[in-house]
């Protein structure tokens, strides 16, 4: 059976950590144009809750996720949950089926 590995970016929001293809700084002006085409195309999920921008996590299914939190942040509480350190503060939860057992 499949985990799903749900990664915290911020004020309760939670992204799946297996469907992220990019994770990037929102201070280039292509990053902000793709933010842009996003709007515009209604693909944006704005998690900011009205702060600053300062991480954009681009989706496999072409979404654009807006984070109030640095991308060092949120790709720090991905690499450790794929090494399994047993630390689960940004580890949200695995698959149904996995908390069903415990």
Known sequence: MSQYK???IGFGNIVLA???VALVSNESA??????QEARDRGMLIDATYG???RA??????GYIVLSAIHPET?????ISKGAGDGDNSSF???SA???EQE
């Open 92 to 94: 949200i939860a695995e």
């Open 18 to 20: 297996n469907r992220i």
């Open 30 to 35: 292509p990053i902000k144009r793709v933010v």
């Open 74 to 78: 949120v790709a720090n509480r991905i």
């Open 56 to 61: 954009v996590i681009i989706t496999d299914a």
């Open 51 to 53: 702060r600053r921008t």
């Open 97 to 99: 089926a996995g908390m």
């Open 6 to 8: 749900l990664i915290n």
